[in-house]
């Protein structure tokens, strides 16, 4: 699996990102406004996730992407829901200590 962050050191990564993505074992995670950047790099990656709360986080999933696994937090503004209607979603809960908050998924444990 491959986690790729927003940070300033991406650019660098790109390259390989690509050729690693040639492996078909290889698993794209990324989050928040990293993957619309990843997408105009010509780098569509397998899952998104978004757990912040905050009202703005809807501007990163105005393109969704057909075939992409969407892991969004249940504290997360409905606006993100209603944004993704129609794609692959998983409500997920972030829970300290690994502690399951119900029966829905933890944020790691649905990436495996």
């Not at 501007?59 to 969407?70: C, D």
Request: glycine residues 8%.
């Amino acid at each position: 699996m491959i986690f790729a962050a927003g940070g300033p050191s991406l650019n660098d990564y790109l390259d390989e990102i690509k050729e690693r993505l040639k492996d078909p074992k290889i698993f794209l995670v990324t989050s928040n406004m990293t993957f619309d950047y990843l997408v105009s790099k010509d780098i569509v990656p397998h899952a998104m996730f978004i757990v912040d709360p905050k009202p703005d986080m809807v501007q990163y999933v105005q393109r969704p992407r057909l075939g992409v696994r969407y892991y969004i937090g249940a504290t997360c503004v409905p606006e993100v829901f209603v944004a993704l209607a129609g794609h692959d979603v998983t409500k997920v809960y972030a829970a300290c200590g690994g502690a399951l908050m119900n029966k829905d998924t933890a944020m790691i444990g649905a990436l495996l």
